[in-house]
């Protein structure tokens, strides 16, 4: 299947290289966001997998009011910033309202549009206006072929700089499906295809401070399924410590753990590309 090639700094997300997203879930204490960094930068440069460093600066969609939602769009964005400068990575969060567009441009590599706001058409298109690359997530409510409407979108705003992302299907109570036919159906729409594991794992309904918020055993299964169904990209929100997250603690991977984890998704990689070839 012919694809875009989409350049995130020196990345060229949709070519034969694997890239990585990770940080954590949102924006929390400075230690807990430069010790992740630190990590990732040490893996990604072990490995030689291109990172991307992924982290909200709010999370508005949490179910409760007494639940961290971040530090806001101002102080975010000044500790991505930060990071950015010091670590060198390309810089992706999310925003929720078209208001914040252009602010988060100011930082940000990648505007992401949350799963379930991918079919706001104001903020995607106001998202598409700033010119940057813009990660849409794929909605637990939308067959993935249709998730070529909201990129459509994008493109007749003028921007054709698009990631497309899966994160499972909501279904039944609290729980969400990953379908493989879905990252077949995504690849064809011809923009680069990211899989969110650790999404994918939560218990939704369940707060994420629970043990039985997330299924982390399934986590290594997925991440391979994915990579042989030919993703571009794979996303795993990390954390030093994750019991202690603000969010989706049941579901962050602890980052200390990511280089075995990542070994074998990137063996899966190579023979993916090499039987497609």
């Given at each position: 299947m012919n694809k875009k090639i989409v350049k995130v700094g020196n990345i060229s997300c949709g070519s034969d290289e694997l890239f990585l997203i990770?940080?954590?879930c949102?924006?929390?204490?400075?230690?807990?966001m430069m010790k992740t960094a630190e990590y990732l930068k040490r893996i990604s440069e072990k490995l030689n997998i291109p990172t991307i460093y992924k982290s909200s600066f709010t999370k508005d969609n949490r179910s409760s009011l007494q639940y961290y939602n971040g530090p806001?769009?101002?102080?975010?964005?000044?500790m991505l910033q930060k990071i950015k400068e010091t670590f060198g990575f390309s810089i992706l969060s999310d925003i929720h309202y078209p208001t914040q567009a252009k602010a988060a441009a100011e930082v940000l590599d990648i505007i992401q549009i949350p799963a379930y706001l991918c079919m706001q058409t104001e903020l995607l298109v106001e998202v598409a206006k700033t010119g940057k690359v813009i990660n849409i997530k794929h909605g637990q409510f939308l067959a993935p072929e249709n998730m070529a409407k909201p990129a459509q979108?994008?493109?007749?705003?003028?921007?054709?700089?698009?990631?497309l992302t899966e994160r499972g299907y909501t279904f039944g109570y609290n729980d969400l499906i990953v379908d493989p036919r879905s990252f077949y159906e995504l690849n064809k729409i011809g923009y680069p295809v990211i899989f969110d594991v650790t999404h994918a794992i939560r218990k939704y309904g369940i707060p994420s401070a629970d043990p039985s918020g997330?299924?982390?055993?399934?986590?290594p299964v997925l991440a391979r399924a994915g990579v042989a169904a030919g993703i571009d990209g794979i996303f795993i929100e990390a954390h030093p410590e994750p019991a202690k997250a603000l969010c989706d603690a049941a579901s962050q991977l602890c980052v200390t753990d990511l280089e075995e984890f990542l070994?074998?998704?990137?063996?899966?990689?190579h023979l993916e590309v090499k039987y497609r070839k």
């Open positions: 990770s940080g954590p949102v924006i929390e204490d400075e230690s807990i806001g769009l101002e102080e975010g964005l000044k979108k994008a493109v007749e705003a003028g921007n054709d700089q698009i990631l997330g299924a982390r055993q399934y986590l070994k074998p998704i990137i063996e899966f990689h």
